[in-house]
C-alpha cells in the first residue's frame, strides 16, 4: 500500500465550478500537510499548508484535514482557466517527507 | 529574490552513459533537496542536503547516483551508469531551514531521456 493515494484524474471542469480535490493516507504518523500546484514543464510551488485537522482557507483555495479518516481535500472556488496544473498532495512525519502522485486538472473557459 | 536554478534543462542520453545535474538553490538557504519525478508520478525525494552534510538519503539507489554540497550551496546529482528507468525530471529545492514547517521552492528541473 502506497503512504499516499491521489486520484490522478485528468478532471475536466467548466469555469466557475467548485473544484474537489482529495488524498488519502496510511500512515497515523503524518502530521504535516500541503497542497503543491505544478504548472506544465515547471517545478511544484506550495499553496496550502497545515498541521491540524480542520479547515485551512487562503482567498479562493481552502484545505481540510482529517486526521480520524486520514483524509485531506482541497477545494477551489470559482474555478479559472489559470488554475489548470497537476495538484500534488504531500505529506511529512517530520523526518519522512511524501507526495501523492497529483492530480491533473484543465479548467474549460 | 531569484528563485532555484537548474542545468541542464534537457539531457538525452544512451544508458549506460554518465550524466550530472547543477542546482543552485536560493541565497542563504541552508537545506537543498534532490527529488525524482517519473512521468505520471509524484517527486520522490533522493537526497537532503543541511548544509554541505546529508540528513537523508535513504532512497538514494547508491549503487549508481551520487551528489555532493561543495561549500553548503551549490549540489550535483551524478548517475553512472544511467538505465532506462532513470529517465524522469529531476527537481531541485531549497529552503531556509531544516523541517517540515519550511517551505521548499522548487527549481524548474532537467528533464532526462535514457535511450
Known amino acids: 500500500q502506497k503512504e499516499v493515494e491521489q486520484d490522478p484524474g485528468p478532471l475536466s471542469v467548466p469555469e466557475g465550478a467548485i473544484v474537489s480535490l482529495n488524498c488519502t493516507y496510511s500512515?497515523?504518523?503524518?502530521?504535516?500537510f500541503m497542497w503543491y500546484r505544478q504548472y506544465s514543464r515547471k517545478g511544484p510551488e506550495l499553496l496550502m499548508y497545515?498541521?491540524?485537522?480542520g479547515n485551512k482557507e487562503d482567498g479562493r483555495f481552502t484545505a481540510q484535514v482529517d486526521k480520524s479518516s486520514k483524509y485531506i481535500s482541497l477545494f477551489i472556488r470559482d474555478s479559472q482557466p489559470s488554475d489548470s496544473a497537476t495538484y500534488l498532495c504531500a505529506m511529512s512525519t517530520g523526518n519522512q517527507f511524501y507526495f501523492g502522485t497529483g492530480t491533473s486538472l484543465t479548467v474549460i473557459p | 529574490e531569484a528563485g532555484v536554478a537548474q542545468s541542464p534543462r534537457y539531457k538525452i542520453i544512451e544508458k549506460r552513459q554518465s550524466v550530472a545535474f547543477w542546482c543552485n538553490p536560493i541565497?542563504?538557504?541552508?537545506?537543498l533537496y534532490w527529488y525524482q519525478q517519473i512521468l505520471g508520478q509524484g517527486p520522490k525525494l533522493l537526497i537532503q542536503f543541511q548544509n554541505n552534510g546529508v540528513v537523508d538519503d535513504s532512497q538514494l539507489p547508491k549503487d549508481r547516483f551520487s551528489a555532493e554540497r561543495l561549500k553548503g550551496v551549490d549540489s550535483t546529482l551524478k548517475i553512472q551508469p544511467a538505465k532506462l528507468e532513470d529517465s524522469a525530471v529531476y527537481l531541485c529545492?531549497?529552503?531556509?531551514?531544516?523541517?517540515?514547517?519550511?517551505?521548499?521552492?522548487f527549481g524548474p528541473g532537467t528533464r532526462l531521456t535514457v535511450l
Open positions: 529545492a531549497s529552503s531556509l531551514y531544516s523541517g517540515d514547517t519550511d517551505t521548499q521552492y
Open positions: 497545515t498541521y491540524s485537522s
Open positions: 541565497s542563504g538557504h541552508a537545506t
Open positions: 500512515n497515523s504518523a503524518f502530521q504535516y
